[in-house]
Each structure stands twice: as structure tokens, then as C-alpha cells.
């Protein structure tokens, strides 16, 4: 079965300029989403889609994030303009119903590390 | 607020011991816990979880224990491994009806010596 593809692996940027990040979900994954990785800390949600459908985006920062999952299958991640603290790995993950003990285990992609100069 | 944390920041074991990484949190209603593996470069890896009406669960070389009157979660891996090197995470997963959300730790980073 293939796993969660994230592209770009890598994305170097300065502060103020726009970027844009890419998932492609394991096939027949309703659930989606984004975590933002700062070095050293655990992930932090951003969003969370359930097919089409935005779910929960209280923690990400409107004024400069975006997200949308046209279709219900891959998902882009965008931020525009770009701050130095945005510097992270942006992690997508997505999830299957029923697969572990009646919750939806997620699995995560490689990620997209970024870093605002 | 509501949290997920870790005791120690760094764990540093002799290859063949076993590990014990500790994991507390804060949210009472959470009645779901996984632990992941994160390796250098790549995304978290799920390893094992629990729900909150077991104690324990196990599976290949690692035991999951939930203790939900501290509410305190432990990650034991026998017999460690050079490859059970990585930064390890628990994660409550809370959220209503189908909702899953994962509110994570700040990690453990497991060094193996040789």
C-alpha cells in the first residue's frame, strides 16, 4: 500500500514571499491533515478535512494560511506572505475509519521542511 | 490548558536494555492514546496505541500502560535496538463524533548505544 506523498521534500523562501505544499492522501482516506513541526516540538494541527469538507481549522492563522481538498482526495497547504517563524516541517497525515481499536489511526507523510530567510 | 507532555527530553539506553519513556496528560476525557516514532527526516510512525478501559496493550517488543488515576502514559521497549533510535511522541486523540484530533507531546529522543 502506498503511503502518504508530500511534495516538495525541501523549500527555501524569504519572508514575505508565497508558498505552496502538496499531499496526496493514501487511496481511500476520507480524513486529512496538516501539522505544522517546529523543531523540537511535537506536530500542532492546522486543519482537518473529512473528504471535501473543512472539519476544524481553529488553529490555523487565516490571515496568511489557506488550505483546500478540491475533489476530497489531495489537499495544498499555502502561506502568503511567508514569516520567519513559519520555518517548520509541515506534516500531512490522513486516515482510514475503523482500522485501530475504533479510532482512526493517521499516518503521516515525510513532510515538507521549509525555511523562511 | 489542556497538554500532552513528556518527563524527559532525552533518553539515553544501552543497546539489549529495555526503554521506558514517560508521557503525562492533562485531559481527564481523552480516551485514546498512540504513541509514534518520528526518525531523523521522516514523518511520525505509528508504533502502538490504547484506549482509556485498558491498563495495558502489546505488541512487538513494546507495551503500552495507561494509568488514568495519575494520568500517566508509558512506552516500554524490550531488548532496544540501534534502530529504536528516534524522537518518540504519545498523542491524546480527542474530538467529537467522528472529529479525531491529535494533541501532541514534545517528544522523547531515545539514543541507543552500541
Known amino acids: 500500500e502506498a503511503g502518504v506523498a508530500q511534495s516538495p521534500r525541501y523549500k527555501i523562501i524569504e519572508k514575505r514571499q508565497s508558498v505552496a505544499f502538496w499531499c496526496n492522501p493514501i487511496s481511500g482516506h476520507a480524513t486529512l491533515y496538516w501539522y505544522q513541526q517546529i523543531l523540537g516540538q511535537g506536530p500542532k494541527l492546522l486543519i482537518q478535512?473529512?473528504?471535501?469538507?473543512?472539519?476544524?481549522d481553529s488553529q490555523l492563522p487565516k490571515d496568511r494560511f489557506s488550505a483546500e481538498r478540491l475533489k476530497g482526495v489531495d489537499s495544498t497547504l499555502k502561506i502568503q506572505p511567508a514569516k520567519l517563524e513559519d520555518s517548520a516541517v509541515y506534516l500531512c497525515a490522513t486516515a482510514g475509519p475503523g482500522q485501530r481499536m475504533g479510532g482512526e489511526t493517521q499516518y503521516f507523510g515525510p513532510g515538507t521542511r521549509l525555511l523562511v530567510l | 490548558g489542556e497538554s500532552v507532555g513528556l518527563h524527559l527530553p532525552t533518553l539515553s539506553v544501552q543497546e539489549g536494555d529495555n526503554s521506558i519513556i514517560n508521557c503525562a496528560y492533562s485531559n481527564s476525557a481523552s480516551d485514546y492514546f498512540i504513541w509514534y516514532k518520528q526518525e531523523s527526516g521522516k514523518g511520525p510512525q505509528f508504533i502502538i496505541d490504547?484506549?482509556?478501559?485498558?491498563d495495558k496493550r502489546q505488541g512487538q517488543r513494546v507495551t503500552v500502560l495507561l494509568n488514568k488515576t495519575v494520568k500517566h502514559l508509558s512506552l516500554q521497549i524490550a531488548a532496544t535496538q540501534p534502530g529504536d533510535s528516534a524522537v518518540y511522541f504519545c498523542a491524546e486523540n480527542k474530538g467529537l463524533d467522528s472529529s479525531y484530533k491529535l494533541i501532541f507531546g514534545s517528544g522523547t529522543r531515545l539514543l541507543v548505544r552500541p
Open positions: 490504547i484506549r482509556s478501559n485498558m
Open positions: 478535512f473529512q473528504n471535501n469538507g473543512v472539519v476544524d
